[in-house]
């Protein structure tokens, strides 16, 4: 048995990864039927129902930043996780990115410790296919992009940013690249989907989404990676890269 994660209910073949507990509990009830915790040890809320599509679907929180979410990663894949995706927040690194814009991340900048002591390069790249999946799932207006990672939310080195950009990266986050990592040892597809949060002035200074914008941006992370999960599978349950993609449920 995980030594973290204590399983009450099962494990479904494929999960949205929150990093907020809060948010694993708001998006089971949003998003599936009859939910059952599938953890609730150390605090990592985790839940499987049943999804719009009629198959089962995992919500697992996480925690906050690379260790956290490299060791519930692990320990789901020893319980037989075979996809996954990432749905968080992320601060703005790109000037044409707007508070509550959708991006999907198509590879991750490793600038944390975990993905580098698991191994990593300079970068981390998403599952191709799940990337097309977010794409099409979340439509036009979502940004396609590299992403960084770091181990700081409160990050008083301002030149480290500019770092960030100088390499491609179009907006700054916490944990992609150690689940991308994860994946990548693990032989699991994994992706990344973030809702823009905060964005930063000329100074500095941080705007954010209140709290009421940050519930609904998380509602609408959640149907765009179910769609896009219902997209990659195939009619025998297993997982393949989409040829279309349907509209998720609740947008427009």
Not at 86 to 94: E, F, H, K, M, T
Not at 149 to 161: E, G, N
Request: aromatic share 4%; with cysteine; proline share 6%.
């Amino acid at each position: 048995m995980p030594i973290h994660i204590h399983p009450t209910a099962p494990l479904a073949p494929r999960a949205l990864l929150p990093g907020d507990p809060g948010r694993a509990l708001m998006l089971a009830q949003h998003l599936t039927s009859a939910p059952k915790m599938f953890n609730h040890n150390r605090g990592l809320w985790g839940y499987t129902g049943i999804a719009a599509d009629g198959e089962p679907l995992t919500i697992q929180s996480t925690g906050m930043g690379g260790p956290s979410a490299a060791i519930v990663l692990h320990e789901l894949c020893d319980l037989g996780l075979e996809q996954a995706i990432r749905v968080g927040s992320c601060g703005a690194l790109a000037d044409d990115l707007a508070l509550g814009d959708l991006v999907v991340a198509d590879a991750a900048l490793a600038f944390d410790g975990t993905s580098r002591a698991l191994g990593a390069g300079a970068r981390v790249a998403a599952d191709a296919g799940i990337v097309e999946a977010l794409r099409a799932a979340a439509g036009a207006g979502a940004r396609v992009g590299v992403v960084a990672t770091s181990d700081l939310f409160y990050d008083p080195d301002s030149a480290r940013a500019r770092a960030w950009v100088r390499a491609g990266a179009i907006a700054i986050e916490m944990e992609a690249a150690a689940l991308l990592r994860v994946a990548e040892l693990r032989g699991v597809r994994a992706g990344c989907l973030l809702a823009v949060t905060d964005v930063f002035g000329a100074g500095g200074d941080r705007h954010r989404l209140d709290d009421e914008a940050i519930v609904r941006a998380g509602e609408g992370l959640g149907e765009v990676a179910a769609a896009a999960l219902t997209a990659c599978a195939s009619p025998a349950g297993r997982f393949a890269a989409p040829a279309a993609v349907p509209e998720p449920p609740g947008r427009g």
